[in-house]
């Protein structure tokens, strides 16, 4: 097939790695923006996730914002983010993508803080220890594999949305797909695909990155039990970009 | 396709609070509300056709790899790496082979998307099912088909219900990607509008139909839950 040869062909040049919006560049952008918006997410969405955990309120407003943020195309924000007063540049994008990392983030950390069994939390009470300390010392332990997986789901999520960017000229390997679509299929076609390429292999990569990750996190005796992702708010798929 | 102009090229820089560029104007919405309607209109027939399709796949799909044990790991594995990939990659390996002319490439990528949704929902809401309940139905006398049919499914319909309504939400939210292959519904109008001197108007509008529209078809699927399953209403929402 002719398209799958253009694809070959305009991989195997050089310079369409190395030009200044070649393959490299963009790859660090999208890396950038991503890491970005994943860390903006987390200082929002852990804090207030763990505090509404720690608490047990606010499960129904978790479960309302994950629906919320599913019925609202990634593609509107990220054209209207740049026309307010946060200006034109990386800033909208970022903002924006830190938005659909806010659910996935916040249901984990929300999830793995009500999970705590309720006997280990009362010991820990009974020890006399403080809100605080028990928050610190016991539930904040017991919840990392759940806020490993939010952190996953969320990462991946963002960087495949922040290919998106591309429909408002705002960097990351989705570029590379629009200009391909804006040469049109008939020369651009080889292009769109290669894009395609990069940006699937980008996420498939950093999933598997961060699920090894996920797993060297979680303590010695529970890796051998197959891990079992929860079984409520958070086990719904995220959002699609 | 329109041009992907700039600011640069236009000379403008960060739009401020223009009077000429409202965030909302009826006068926008009563001229333009043929052109408004029919990008609804496209948005609605994407949404519809791919996630009916996607129901008349997945459902069967699950049912097998929840009868059949061995085929539930590669058919959950299969829609776990796909939906890894993000929708615009999928547009982009199958718009070379599929075309843009005709809605083909984006109907397929929404289809699949909706598909894993059902597919891992349906599964789960089967698995759910008591064993004391099918062991009480085997006692019965009850075949595999008649269980299938009057037990497993009727008690699995609430997860499959909430299975289809997170599908169809998330795919009218996905109709919009499709501005690039061509068929984008209320998405061509907004980025059709950011790139036409970032007219907010249209940007914002098309958004809320957008929303409204999700909003309005999760509303239509949650009264049909109620109606098909009168069992589910007495329990608090």
Redesign the interface.
């Given at each position: 097939?002719s398209?799958i040869d253009d694809a070959i062909v305009w991989l195997n040049d050089p310079l369409n790695w190395t030009n200044p919006d070649g393959i490299f560049a963009r790859t660090a952008e999208h890396l950038w923006i991503s890491a970005a918006a994943v860390a903006l997410g987390c200082a929002v969405a852990w804090p207030l996730g763990v505090l509404m955990g720690h608490l047990g309120r606010g499960g129904p407003a978790v479960v309302t914002v994950t629906?919320l943020s599913?019925?609202?195309?990634?593609?509107?924000l990220l054209?209207?983010f740049?026309?307010t007063a946060i200006?034109?540049g990386p800033k909208a994008i970022i903002l924006a993508l830190s938005l659909f990392a806010i659910p996935p983030l916040l249901a984990n950390a929300y999830l793995g803080l009500r999970e705590v069994d309720p006997e280990v939390r009362d010991a820990g009470r009974g020890m006399g220890l403080s809100g605080w300390q028990l928050l610190r010392k016991v539930e904040l332990p017991l919840a990392v594999p759940y806020l490993a997986n939010g952190f996953r789901i969320a990462a991946?999520q963002v960087v495949?949305?922040a290919?998106?960017a591309?429909?408002?000229?705002g960097g990351g390997l989705?570029m590379i797909?629009?200009r391909?679509?804006?040469l049109g299929?008939a020369s651009g076609?080889?292009q769109?695909?290669a894009?395609?390429?990069l940006?699937?292999l980008l996420?498939?990569i950093v999933?598997g990155v961060l699920a090894l990750a996920e797993r060297a996190l979680l303590p010695k005796p529970l890796r051998r039990v197959k891990h079992r992702p929860p079984a409520s708010v958070a086990?719904?798929?995220p959002?699609?970009? | 396709m329109p041009s992907k102009v700039n600011d640069a090229v236009l000379g403008l820089g960060a739009p401020g609070d223009d009077p000429r560029n409202p965030w909302f104007s009826w006068s926008y919405v009563s001229q333009n509300t043929d052109t408004l309607l029919a990008a609804l209109r496209e948005h609605l027939f994407l949404t519809l056709v791919a996630v009916v399709l996607a129901t008349v796949i997945a459902i069967p799909l699950a049912i097998l790899a929840y009868r059949v044990g061995s085929l539930a790991g590669p058919i959950l594995g299969f829609t776990g790496v796909l939906y890894t990939i993000p929708s615009l990659a999928l547009f982009a390996f199958l718009a070379p082979f599929t075309g843009i002319v005709k809605p083909t490439t984006v109907l397929i990528g929404l289809t699949m998307y909706a598909l894993l949704t059902i597919v891992r929902n349906t599964l789960t809401a089967l698995r759910q099912v008591p064993a004391d309940v099918l062991d009480s139905a085997r006692g019965m006398g009850y075949g595999k088909r008649a269980m299938l049919w009057r037990i497993e499914l009727p008690l699995a319909l609430p997860g499959i219900m909430t299975g289809l309504r997170i599908a169809t939400v998330s795919t009218v939210a996905l109709v919009t990607v499709g501005e690039l292959a061509g068929w984008g519904g209320l998405g061509e109008l907004i980025i059709g509008g950011f790139n036409s001197n970032y007219y907010r108007p249209q940007i914002m509008t098309a958004t809320l139909l957008c929303v409204a529209l999700a909003l309005v078809l999760d509303l239509v699927l949650l009264a049909v839950g109620r109606v098909i399953m009168p069992w589910t209403r007495r329990r608090a929402a």
């Open positions: 097939m398209v629906n599913r019925a609202v195309p990634t593609v509107a054209t209207i740049p026309l200006g034109f991946v495949a949305t290919t998106l591309a429909y408002v000229n989705g797909i629009s391909g679509f804006g299929l076609g080889g769109v695909l894009g395609g390429l940006v699937a996420c498939l999933e086990d719904a798929l959002a699609r970009s | -």
